[in-house]
């Protein structure tokens, strides 16, 4: 099946900083969509972005489906933006839409 | 609109008890997953509905998970009995039709701890 991987595992940074998530998958996709599980664990959803970019407010993502990858962008990051980001992507082949999520960033944001 | 409702937020069980869990998906959603989150991993799918009928159930425990979605609405997820690696976060999603080029949404989910 897909493998999904992203990258880093952990990330910390001081408020104010941008960072850069990245998620690779091993084949084609038409469903490509990024989460924030806060410490809550709520699965907010960030972007639906099988292809193309997207932009809201401090965060952006691109998704380049040829070359088989996807950029979570956070500017000017706050303490609220800690958590878990996830990828997760769905197949052509599956039309039962069933997503496979990738291991996750761990984002700490210091004040 | 109103997101996918879930409850209960938060169940404490023992062992071998079992429990249930409730999901409402958003209105006009004909798709409703159900996945299983364990600590410090991604969610993985548990069981698939179109509708009232099951479209993949293939990673569902079935000697002791149970599933249902009378009437193509809302859903109940079930253990029993719970063991001790049940112990996760439940998360119920809906989208539109269940193709793959659809986005999901998801619920608050339900945090299960077995005792």
């Known amino acids: 099946g897909i493998q999904v991987e992203q990258s880093p595992p952990d990330l910390i940074l001081q408020e104010g900083a941008n960072s850069t998530l990245r998620c690779n998958f091993s084949d084609s996709v038409n469903n490509l969509q990024w989460f924030h599980q806060n410490p809550w664990g709520q699965l907010i959803n960030l972007f639906y972005?099988?292809?193309g970019t997207k932009q809201n407010g401090r965060l952006s993502a691109t998704t380049v489906a040829t070359e088989r990858y996807s950029l979570l962008y956070i500017s000017s990051s706050q303490t609220t933006d800690s958590g878990v980001y996830f990828c997760?992507?769905?197949?052509?082949?599956?039309?039962?839409?069933?997503?496979?999520f990738g291991q996750g960033t761990e984002l700490s944001v210091k004040p | 609109e109103a997101g996918v409702a879930q409850s209960p937020r938060y169940k404490i069980i023992e062992k071998r008890q079992s429990v249930a869990f409730w999901c409402n998906p958003i209105?006009?959603?004909?798709?409703l997953y159900w996945y299983q989150q364990i600590l410090g991993q991604g969610p993985k799918l548990l069981i698939q509905f179109q509708n009232n009928g099951v479209v993949d159930d293939s990673q569902l425990p079935k000697d002791r998970f149970s599933a249902e979605r009378l009437k193509g609405v809302d859903s109940t997820l079930k253990i029993q009995p719970a063991k001790l690696e049940d112990s996760a976060v439940y998360l119920c999603?809906?989208?539109?039709?269940?193709?793959?080029?659809?986005?999901?949404?998801f619920g608050d989910g339900t945090r299960l701890s077995i005792l």
């Open positions: 999603a809906s989208s539109l039709s269940g193709r793959s080029n659809q986005p999901q949404h």
């Open positions: 972005i099988p292809s």
């Open positions: 209105s006009g959603h004909a798709t």
């Open positions: 997760a992507v769905a197949t052509f082949y599956n039309q039962g839409g069933k997503l496979i």
